[in-house]
């Protein structure tokens, strides 16, 4: 069966680097064709299914769900349907400092209105997304990794399970769909010996993950997560991202996150992103 990657987003997210890393590992990659196309290509990937074993076709957002039902209902594909976004201020960043042209202002929008088009239109295919990336503070080798771990064949063929720590006093990530507040935990932030360890450290692992409290609340977590986690690979899913949050993002949410990385590596490939530790 060809393993099809769709890739689509909102502009200035990535598309063009997760187009590069896909060709880099070997996929056939096809870049802005046109939904009258895609019936004819999609012809061709079956006629030449050896040359076309690994694709990679990226669309615009606008027809992204059409070619992704159109692939589904072909029954020779296996299809991934990958999705990226970015914050809106991180998107102005982007483009002021390449000074690109967003493709929405060729129609008369200024730069704000048209990443909120774009947002617009993803927010209302996200739920159809196998795979989703908020590329706001990945650096380009950790979305390198991410995506090697969910997309690309060869590479475990586990569900990805992503636990991110974060601050509230932060910007929440994007790609988070499911956080558990830890703020009710022991705060180690006002023990004075502890105040400029991190979660990475025994020191803070043992206050935190020791207490009654942190016990209790992860045997609701995991519960849950027990549940969760699996049906969420038995409905296609190739990825999700866990948030964990605390107030600063340094103590109790990355101990938390770390804990819950090793629970379940044993049942899901899992990772850990620490958003608001200090470099």
Not at 150 to 163: C, E, I, Q, W
């Amino acid at each position: 069966m060809i393993e099809l990657n769709i890739v689509t987003g909102v502009a200035g997210a990535g598309k063009s680097s997760t187009l590069y890393y896909f060709e880099e590992a070997g996929y056939y990659v096809t870049d802005n064709v046109p939904f009258d196309a895609v019936p004819s290509l999609f012809n061709a990937y079956k006629k030449h299914p050896k040359k076309y074993a690994k694709v990679a076709l990226a669309v615009s957002l606008d027809i992204a769900l059409k070619v992704y039902q159109l692939a589904k209902n072909c029954g020779d594909f296996n299809v991934k349907f990958i999705g990226l976004d970015c914050s809106k201020q991180e998107l102005l960043s982007r483009f002021r400092l390449s000074r690109k042209v967003h493709p929405n202002q060729g129609n008369g929008l200024s730069l704000e209105k048209a990443i909120d088009l774009d947002n617009e239109m993803i927010a209302k295919i996200r739920i159809h997304f196998t795979i989703y990336f908020d590329t706001t503070k990945l650096t380009k080798n950790e979305f390198r990794r991410r995506l090697i771990s969910t997309a690309m064949s060869g590479h475990g063929n586990k569900f990805l399970v992503t636990f991110v720590s974060f601050g509230y006093k932060k910007m929440v990530p994007q790609d988070i769909e499911t956080v558990f507040d830890v703020r009710l935990l022991p705060n180690p932030y006002w023990e004075p010996k502890l105040r400029d360890l991190t979660g990475l450290d025994k020191e803070i692992q043992d206050y935190v993950l020791k207490s009654p409290v942190t016990k209790e609340f992860l045997s609701h977590v995991t519960s849950y997560l027990d549940y969760y986690l699996p049906e969420l690979e038995k409905s296609e899913r190739e990825h999700v991202v866990i948030g964990i949050a605390c107030s600063g993002g340094q103590h109790r949410s990355v101990a938390v996150a770390e804990y819950l990385k090793k629970y379940y590596r044993k049942k899901f490939t899992t990772e850990v992103i620490h958003k608001d530790l200090p470099k």
